[in-house]
């Protein structure tokens, strides 16, 4: 019979996100998470703005669009999503007879947050002659109410795939819209959302080290604001950003996104200096506070007790999806994934 800290723990998981569990200190969770994937046939997708222990442990790491390809194409049972709460549901849109975990419920995302439903489907009503493409930070919600979605890997493509005298509505990330606006010569109508860590750098303080850092390449991600992205010396997703470093001649890279890419950047180029953008005070908010909430503890505990899961009403469910595939399709026309 189950035991009452445990059916406590089950009671209390939609306020506190997660099964507030002690664990024992002196459990080996990297061996024991290891014993987990192998007896329950799981999978751990993380994004690259994981902490680094979580990326230690999982079977894919990538960014939003190798992370929906990798959810796709998964034969595992159990899919541990390592991210915030919008990949979880595309995961789960992707495989309906999968078990999807978020270790962290409240794993949220402001940019996603800046899209409502209700406010959206106006919007939308508003302009009915335009073709709406959703960047994938959005709910199953906006999802559905969307034509195609797009990644920042894609959007160009996504983009060009719609013909020129097309009108189309750009959501959520209005920093992102406006930068692929200047990309493609398109004048896409924007939704005002945006990512509260791709806000927050400060050009002066990025000034100020460039200057005691010449040698430093300044890159970015897209849902920076415009005036970061004028002084960045290459502007790509989290993968593109990723493997400009790798490829790349410069020693040394100031990188304005988030900060979890280091880790990967250091591993994949260890003699190569990187140097987080500052953010404009002195928080750590060039740390994504939603991606943070997971833990390698809250992965074990997703894991064994196979909690919380992602569920969605299967008419939301396929009206998200059609999107979602249209994104697939097109970017594998456009060579941008494998077969
Ligand atoms: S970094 Fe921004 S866009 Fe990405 S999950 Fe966090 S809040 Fe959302």
């Known amino acids: 019979m189950e035991n009452f800290v445990l059916s406590a723990a089950r009671k209390n998981l939609e306020n506190v996100g997660y099964l507030d569990l002690d664990l024992d200190p002196g459990k080996d969770l990297f061996q024991e998470i290891e014993r987990l994937k192998r007896e329950k046939n799981a999978i751990i997708l993380a994004h690259y703005y994981q902490e680094p222990d979580i990326q230690d442990v999982a079977d894919y790491i990538g960014d939003s669009l190798g992370l929906a390809q990798a959810a796709a194409k998964t034969e595992a049972d159990l899919?541990?999503?390592a991210g915030v709460h919008f990949m979880a549901e595309t995961a789960k849109i992707l495989n309906p007879g999968k078990k999807v975990l978020l270790p962290d419920l409240k794993a949220g995302c402001s940019l996603a947050d800046s899209a409502p439903a209700g406010p959206f489907r106006k919007f939308k009503e508003a302009h009915p002659d335009h073709v709406?493409?959703?960047y994938i930070n959005c709910?199953?919600?906006i999802k559905a109410l969307s034509d195609i979605i797009c990644t920042s890997s894609n959007a160009e493509k996504i983009i060009e795939s719609v013909p020129a005298d097309q009108p189309i509505i750009f959501a959520p990330d209005k920093n992102l819209g406006a930068y692929l606006n200047k990309k493609t010569g398109r004048n896409m109508l924007?939704?005002?959302?945006?990512?509260?860590?791709?806000?927050i750098f400060s050009l002066e303080k990025i000034t100020r080290l460039k200057v005691r850092h010449p040698e430093?390449?300044?890159i970015a991600h897209p849902e920076c604001e415009d005036a970061v992205l004028r002084v960045a010396e290459f502007i790509g997703s989290t993968t593109q950003l990723l493997k400009y470093t790798q490829k790349d001649s410069a020693q040394a890279y100031i990188v304005a996104t988030e900060t979890g890419i280091l880790h990967q950047m250091q591993k994949e180029s260890p003699l190569k200096t990187f140097i987080p953008a500052p953010p404009t005070n002195n928080c750590a908010c060039n740390d994504c506070p939603h991606m943070k909430l997971n833990t390698l503890e809250k992965v074990y505990?997703?894991?064994?007790y196979e909690l919380p899961e992602i569920t969605m009403e299967e008419n939301l469910r396929l009206a998200a999806k059609k999107p979602i595939e249209r994104m697939l399709e097109i970017s594998r026309k456009a060579g941008l994934i494998g077969g």
């Open 79 to 81: 899919i541990v999503f």
């Open 132 to 134: 709406v493409i959703s």
């Open 139 to 141: 709910t199953a919600e």
């Open 190 to 199: 924007l939704w005002n959302g945006s990512c509260m860590v791709h806000e």
């Open 216 to 218: 430093a390449k300044v």
């Open 301 to 304: 505990l997703c894991m064994e």
